[in-house]
């Protein structure tokens, strides 16, 4: 399968999808908790949506309501 570069997103536009700051996402990419990519021919950081979203599946947790 062919990828776009419409799967992909920069670090921005990556940090606003997860709700964290760009330096967060930093991190975690450095980490290995986030999948990066970078662009050969200029150093920009690339996240693809779908790693993206496994990682904020995989974070998730359900919201339990307390009984009154």
């Given at each position: 399968m062919?990828?776009k570069?419409?799967d992909?997103?920069m670090t921005?536009e990556?940090a606003e ?5 760009q ?9 290995g908790?986030?999948q990066?990519?970078v ?5 920009y950081?690339?996240?693809r ?5 496994k990682?904020l599946?995989?974070v998730a ?5 307390k009984?009154?």
């Amino acid at each position: 399968m062919t990828e776009k570069l419409s799967d992909y997103l920069m670090t921005a536009e990556a940090a606003e999808f997860l709700g964290v700051s760009q330096n967060t996402l930093r991190t975690w990419a450095k980490l290995g908790k986030v999948q990066v990519r970078v662009n050969p021919a200029n150093g920009y950081r690339l996240f693809r949506r779908k790693d993206l979203q496994k990682f904020l599946d995989s974070v998730a947790k359900p919201v339990s309501r307390k009984a009154n």
